[in-house]
């Protein structure tokens, strides 16, 4: 796990790449586990004549956890198919605060490995978003679901549902404590959600694949899936995230 001080993301549109740079300039912030996802949606407009128009919508989204000010989750989506878009100014989001918490953070008592890796996950075919993440000032583990407006109306700088069509809306899907069971240092972690938004966090260590999940009352101890020759790492794998789409 290295931290790092510039996070980009570059896209290569008619033969020329544009560049996002997606972490403050001030201060001496630093970005840990980058995660993209892409979804795709419909969205419907106006044209200049009244005419109903629509076209499929990608849109990049990356989540990271930041340590700067506060240390927290961030966001930032990236729509690839809009001509004007602008790559250069991306808009990132702190994801407490959009799931209505935010504020001061603190480290003390909590594994590393309860925060230091958000997730993002598809949710259906509609193109929505989940993400899972760590409130270090509410101590709570938080499943948003992220969507952006699909009907946007009339193009133009004065219409106000057209200009509101890069923001997300989130809606909070799931909540726990913190994870005491998560690991205190680890390089790697994943984070699996089942039907019900609850978390279940694995993660590797030598010859045993190890997970714990959140029950819906608390988080179950950490259970080991030994690996060898009759148990390969991606069966095991199949068979937590098995599990966990129960969950």
């Given at each position: 796990?290295?931290?790092?001080?510039?996070?980009?993301?570059?896209?290569?549109?008619d033969g020329a790449w544009k560049t996002s740079v997606l972490l403050p300039?001030?201060?001496?912030?630093?970005?840990?586990?980058?995660?993209?996802?892409?979804?795709?949606?419909?969205?419907?407009?106006?044209?200049?004549?009244?005419?109903?128009?629509?076209?499929?919508?990608?849109?990049?989204?990356?989540?990271?956890?930041?340590?700067?000010?506060?240390?927290?989750?961030?966001?930032?989506?990236?729509?690839?198919?809009?001509?004007?878009?602008?790559?250069?100014?991306?808009?990132?989001?702190?994801?407490?605060?959009?799931?209505?918490?935010?504020?001061?953070?603190?480290?003390?008592?909590?594994?590393?490995?309860?925060?230091?890796?958000?997730?993002?996950?598809?949710?259906?075919?509609?193109?929505?978003?989940?993400?899972?993440?760590?409130?270090?000032?509410?101590?709570?583990?938080?499943?948003?679901?992220?969507?952006?407006?699909?009907?946007?109306?009339?193009?133009?700088?004065?219409?106000?549902?057209?200009?509101?069509?890069?923001?997300?809306?989130?809606?909070?899907?799931?909540?726990?404590?913190?994870?005491?069971?998560?690991?205190?240092?680890?390089?790697?972690?994943?984070?699996?959600?089942?039907?019900?938004?609850?978390?279940?966090?694995?993660?590797?260590?030598?010859?045993?694949?190890?997970?714990?999940?959140?029950?819906?009352?608390?988080?179950?101890?950490?259970?080991?899936?030994?690996?060898?020759?009759?148990?390969?790492?991606?069966?095991?794998?199949?068979?937590?995230?098995?599990?966990?789409?129960?969950?």
């Amino acid at each position: 796990m290295t931290p790092v001080n510039v996070l980009q993301i570059g896209v290569l549109r008619d033969g020329a790449w544009k560049t996002s740079v997606l972490l403050p300039n001030l201060g001496m912030s630093r970005a840990y586990n980058p995660q993209m996802r892409l979804s795709h949606t419909t969205v419907h407009w106006t044209g200049d004549n009244g005419e109903a128009l629509s076209a499929d919508r990608s849109i990049l989204s990356i989540v990271w956890w930041e340590e700067s000010q506060y240390a927290q989750a961030r966001y930032a989506p990236i729509f690839l198919d809009e001509e004007n878009f602008d790559f250069t100014n991306v808009a990132v989001y702190d994801l407490p605060v959009l799931s209505g918490g935010g504020g001061p953070t603190s480290y003390e008592d909590v594994a590393s490995g309860a925060y230091l890796f958000p997730a993002l996950h598809s949710d259906g075919p509609g193109g929505a978003i989940l993400a899972s993440f760590a409130d270090l000032n509410k101590r709570r583990n938080v499943v948003v679901r992220i969507t952006f407006p699909t009907d946007l109306g009339t193009p133009g700088e004065g219409n106000i549902t057209w200009m509101r069509r890069h923001i997300p809306i989130v809606g909070v899907v799931g909540d726990a404590p913190l994870a005491p069971t998560a690991p205190v240092r680890i390089a790697s972690m994943g984070t699996a959600l089942g039907a019900g938004y609850r978390p279940t966090f694995y993660w590797r260590d030598a010859d045993r694949l190890l997970y714990t999940r959140f029950d819906g009352r608390e988080w179950n101890s950490v259970k080991a899936i030994q690996l060898g020759d009759t148990m390969s790492y991606e069966r095991a794998l199949s068979l937590v995230l098995g599990m966990a789409s129960a969950n």
